[in-house]
């Protein structure tokens, strides 16, 4: 899948910024000063599954990645370097729908605007 793609649908949001974080050398996504996506690859030292893979890591549904991760379990994987319980990376380089990938941008972010205060999601809406 052509990354552009997805940075581009993470980037329509409101409020959305975009950086790296140079201490991980990540491109993380925020949203009101929360992150809500980022992207890496995770270097050959990595911890197993991860080691090698170019991953987009998503804030996501409890339930939803149970199912995920059933229905794609070496493309779905626990969130690097977060909780699993409510993260997940997804390997760039796996056999996820394009368009299932891209909901999942939508919900992660939709899950993270959601925890914002009202006043914060009525400033980044209002922009």
Do not use: N
Not at 18 to 25: I, K, M, S, V
């Amino acid at each position: 899948m052509d990354f552009s793609a997805i940075d581009a649908r993470l980037l329509a949001h409101p409020g959305t910024t975009r950086a790296l974080h140079e201490t991980w050398g990540w491109m993380v996504w925020w949203v009101g000063g929360r992150q809500f996506a980022c992207e890496l690859v995770a270097g050959p030292g990595a911890k197993a599954p991860y080691a090698g893979r170019h991953l987009l890591s998503l804030k996501c549904d409890p339930d939803r990645i149970l199912e995920l991760r059933a229905e794609w379990p070496d493309t779905v994987l626990p969130g690097y370097y977060s909780d699993g319980r409510t993260w997940i990376s997804v390997d760039l380089d796996g056999d996820l729908p394009e368009e299932l990938l891209l909901s999942l941008c939508d919900l992660s972010y939709e899950l993270v605007f959601a925890r914002l205060p009202k006043r914060v999601q009525r400033e980044l809406v209002g922009r």
